[in-house]
């Protein structure tokens, strides 16, 4: 069975950085989409971004665009999420998720099978 387990998380200024990573144990396929999500208090889990393990696309929402980067390393079996320019709306708990299919990359929460316990991202203004 395969587990995600999210790390990376913690408090910074307005305009830092942090890097969040996701390590996927146990047997993973090749169309496998991984995907960051997020949840701030009283709202909905939103996509943040995604990326597929063979070929590497990948998608974002737009408010991270040009902030945010998700990469992955298929030896170590771990996707990453390194967050610039963080912003106080940036805080929240974030969630790494998968699911496998082809296709276009999913944004809906509920199309991923597949979750992490969370970390949270506080950022101070």
């Known amino acids: 069975q395969v587990q995600l387990v999210e790390s990376g998380g913690g408090l910074v200024q307005a305009g830092g950085s942090l890097r969040l990573s996701c390590v996927a144990s146990g047997r993973t396929f090749t169309s496998v989409v991984m995907g960051w999500f997020r949840q701030a208090p009283g709202k909905e889990r939103m996509f943040v971004a995604a990326v597929r393990w063979s070929g590497g696309s990948t998608r974002y929402t737009d408010s991270v665009k040009g902030r945010f980067t998700i990469s992955k390393d298929n030896a170590k079996n771990t996707v990453y999420l390194q967050m610039n320019s963080l912003k106080p709306e940036d805080t929240a708990v974030y969630y790494c998720?998968?699911?496998?299919?082809?296709?276009?990359?999913?944004?809906?929460?509920?199309?991923?099978?597949?979750w992490g316990q969370g970390t949270q991202v506080t950022v101070s203004s």
């Open positions: 998720a998968a699911y496998s299919a082809p296709g276009e990359l999913r944004v809906a929460a509920s199309l991923y099978s597949l």
